[in-house]
């Protein structure tokens, strides 16, 4: 059986890992999820180690909502390259999560990003360990999780 890894913080605004975890649930079975809690972005790549080295995860889904601030996108990005090098230390995907406040207007608009963007992301990471194929037939496709898919550029004659 998989073991599916989903890092999540207390900062974040939305509760990310549960609509993840929901959307992994309706999207099939033969794995078990283990979450791990952390206090800020900046701690989900020693959260996602923690998965792998010590859960026996053979994927990870880190999700963070940095805030608006510059600082927060500092952060965001620092935590960004410690998730890429974590996952380059286990040969392991590690599927990234961020929404930032900044991308909506309302709280209503920015929990409804949220609760998508985690559920697509969730999916994809479904995906990369059951159906790798499916993403190989969406390749080239624009799709963007959490806002309406950008579409396929269409070659000019």
Request: glycine share 10%; hydrophobic share 40%.
């Amino acid at each position: 059986m998989k073991k599916i890894g989903v890092a999540d913080t207390t900062f974040a605004r939305v509760d990310l890992a549960r609509y993840a975890i929901r959307a992994l649930g309706a999207s099939g079975t033969g794995f078990k999820v283990v979450r791990r809690t952390v206090p800020g972005i900046k701690d989900l790549p020693v959260a996602c180690r923690r998965l792998f080295a010590e859960d026996g995860v053979d994927l990870c889904l880190a999700l963070g909502m940095p805030g608006r601030a510059e600082y927060d996108r500092t952060c965001a990005h620092e935590a960004s390259l410690g998730l890429l090098y974590a996952g380059v230390l286990e040969a392991k995907p590690i599927v990234e999560c961020f929404v930032f406040e900044g991308e909506a207007e309302s709280p209503k608009e920015l929990e409804r990003l949220a609760r998508r963007r985690a559920e697509e992301h969730a999916l994809n990471a479904f995906h990369l360990l059951f159906r790798p194929e499916a993403l190989a037939r969406r390749a080239g496709q624009g799709l963007r999780q959490g806002f309406r898919d950008a579409g396929p550029l269409r070659p000019s004659r």
